[in-house]
């Protein structure tokens, strides 16, 4: 959520499973280490570059096999933009010298921090702020319903949309009173006043 906003209510939905998004950070990994390690053997490079393109590489293959092992907890995040952002640097230096594929990987590496942050929505006053990228922003008027009940909260949009998503904590019964009550007058209030 933006920092510089204050919401009167934030409901942090429950994790996605990053299987898929971490699967291409890793093989973009690999392929940037593979390139690299081809050039070294098939093409010359200064001593300088060598030991740096070493030195990367090792990096990420450290990276990718302490991943590897710290993926199996349960609970665990994984951010591939160090591991990315060292692919980059790879496709940069000789013998790539791919600039856009380098940018490409620098562009990758800030969005995947982006994609795995926890998705939240936010509510307040004058609209609903979902926190995906990039943030979607509605209005009270664009809603028939809100409720949050028994830990999953459900927006019913009136273009026949429905958004119902797991939170990602229990919610305790007053604060889901307090919470469809808000729902409730913003949506009578929008009803009162269109």
């Known amino acids: ?9 934030i409901v942090t939905l429950k994790r996605s499973i990053y299987k898929a998004l971490n699967l291409v950070s890793a093989l973009m990994c690999v392929l940037a280490v593979s390139v690299s390690v081809y050039g070294l053997i098939y093409t010359g490079t200064s001593a300088n570059a060598f030991y740096l ?3 990367l590489d090792g990096f990420i293959i450290i990276f990718l096999l302490y991943s590897f092992f710290h993926n199996r907890k349960k609970d665990s995040i ?5 591991a990315l952002t060292a692919g980059a ?9 791919n600039l856009l594929i380098a940018l490409l990987y620098i562009v990758a590496s800030f969005i995947e921090r982006q994609l795995k942050l926890p998705q939240e929505i936010g509510f307040d006053k004058e609209e609903i702020v979902i926190n995906s990228f ?6 009270w008027q664009e809603i028939n319903n809100i409720v949050l009940k028994d830990n999953m909260v459900t927006v019913d949009f009136k273009n026949n949309k429905i958004l119902q ?3 990602e904590s229990d919610v305790s019964s007053e604060t889901e009173k307090e919470f469809n009550a808000f729902c409730q007058e913003r949506l009578q209030y929008n009803k009162e006043h269109l």
């Open 134 to 139: 990039p943030p979607k922003h509605y209005q």
């Open 165 to 167: 998503k797991e939170t």
């Open 78 to 82: 994984i951010i591939f933009r160090w």
């Open 53 to 55: 393109i070493l030195l």
């Open 89 to 97: 640097v790879l496709w940069f230096l000789p013998p790539q010298n």
């Open 1 to 9: 959520m933006p920092a510089e906003k204050e919401y009167d209510f």
